[in-house]
T-cell receptor
Framework: GENVEQHPSTLSVQEGDSAVIKCTYS??????FPWYKQELGKRPQLIID?????GEKKDQRIAVTLNKTAKHFSLHITETQPEDSAVYFC????????????FGAGTRLAVHP | EAQVTQNPRYLITVTGKKLTVTCSQN?????MSWYRQDPGLGLRQIYY???????DKGDVPEGYKVSRKEKRNFPLILESPSPNQTSLYFC??????????????FGPGTRLTVL
């Protein structure tokens, strides 16, 4: 079935450094790719998303890139801050008959002051 | 305030005792979904609903039932809970229009323990 692989599972960076999280998806009909941030004990919240007709999207310190040919998308966080510490999930949605949102296993990001 | 609510937030029960977790949204969203979250496995979709009376299985539907009789409500039913259903459950909803899929809003979560 469809799946989304996410790497790395844990990531530790120094404050001010950049962080990159990568995901690959299996369903070529996937057309929507959200990224969620989940702080400890909280619900997941959308931080950025991208649709299949766009290659890159940026929102302040956060950017997402999509390579449809390689079925690969990435989250880039620049100038990391301690409050960026959380678990990040990528996901892929396919409306090509399945209408399911498939999540990656998550990346635990730790930003050290 | 636009929101997704779930009840109860915490529940400890015993094997075999039927339970229902309610989910309600006030945003007139078409798409609603249930997920379970387990350490190291991320969020896995249990069931989803594209609209009233339209439901379909996600990736881990075994042991669960849902219904969508009204647009705002999407209860999750465990007819005979087992310990392997101990998990953190999230309900979510989103707009699903001609533009496709949109941001999914999550409820606060229900932590279920089955003894």
């Amino acid at each position: 079935g469809e799946n989304v692989e996410q790497h790395p599972s844990t990531l530790s960076v120094q404050e001010g450094d950049s962080a990159v999280i990568k995901c690959t998806y299996s369903d070529s009909a996937s057309n929507y790719f959200p990224w969620y941030k989940q702080e400890l004990g909280k619900r997941p919240q959308l931080i950025i998303d991208i649709r299949s007709n766009v290659g890159e999207k940026k929102d302040q310190r956060i950017a997402v890139t999509l390579n449809k040919t390689a079925k690969h998308f990435s989250l880039h966080i620049t100038e990391t801050q301690p409050e960026d510490s959380a678990v990040y999930f990528c996901a892929a949605f396919s409306s090509g008959g399945y209408n399911k949102l498939i999540f990656g296993a998550g990346t635990r990001l730790a930003v050290h002051p | 305030e636009a929101q997704v609510t779930q009840n109860p937030r915490y529940l400890i029960t015993v094997t075999g005792k039927k339970l229902t977790v309610t989910c309600s949204q006030n945003m007139n969203h078409e798409y609603m979904s249930w997920y379970r979250q387990d350490p190291g496995l991320g969020l896995r979709q249990i069931y989803y609903s594209m609209n009233v009376e339209v439901t379909d299985k996600g990736d881990v539907p075994e042991g669960y039932k849902v219904s969508r009789k009204e647009k705002r409500n999407f209860p999750l039913i465990l007819e005979s809970p087992s310990p392997n259903q101990t998990s953190l459950y999230f309900c979510a909803s989103s707009l699903h229009d001609s533009g496709g899929y949109n941001e999914q809003f999550f409820g606060p979560g229900t932590r279920l323990t089955v003894l």
